[in-house]
């Protein structure tokens, strides 16, 4: 069965750090480039960063540059994101993506609050 699915969010305070892992199954993770993405109620999704299934390269958005790391554990067939220094505007559902697949996962809840 071809999904994601995504894991690792949870409660933090501000400046605390998760991380979020996203499974892969049906698929061979390193063929493919996966994004995560997060969607705050009422607010258009949005894309926070990506890894190239072809040399690596990522991007970020500048919310996320500097605090948050994408990475993949092909083995695993595992793309994570490590997010330290978080702050109350993380507060969302994180989705990881894969634009060749069209394939969203269910997404985890990040909640970030004093």
């Known amino acids: 069965q071809l999904q994601f699915v995504e894991s690792g969010g949870g409660s933090v305070q501000p400046g605390g750090s998760l991380r979020l892992s996203c499974a892969a199954s049906g698929l061979t993770l390193d063929d493919y480039a996966i994004g995560w993405f997060r969607r705050v109620p009422g607010r258009d999704r949005e894309g926070i960063s990506c890894l190239s299934s072809s040399d690596g390269s990522t991007y970020y958005a500048d919310s996320a540059k500097g605090r948050f790391t994408i990475s993949r554990d092909n083995a695993k067939r595992t793309v994570y994101l490590q997010m330290n220094s978080l702050k109350e505007e993380d507060t969302a559902v994180y989705y990881c993506?894969?634009?060749?697949?069209?394939?969203w996962g269910q997404g985890t809840q990040v909640t970030v609050s004093s």
């Open positions: 993506y894969s634009a060749a697949r069209r394939l």
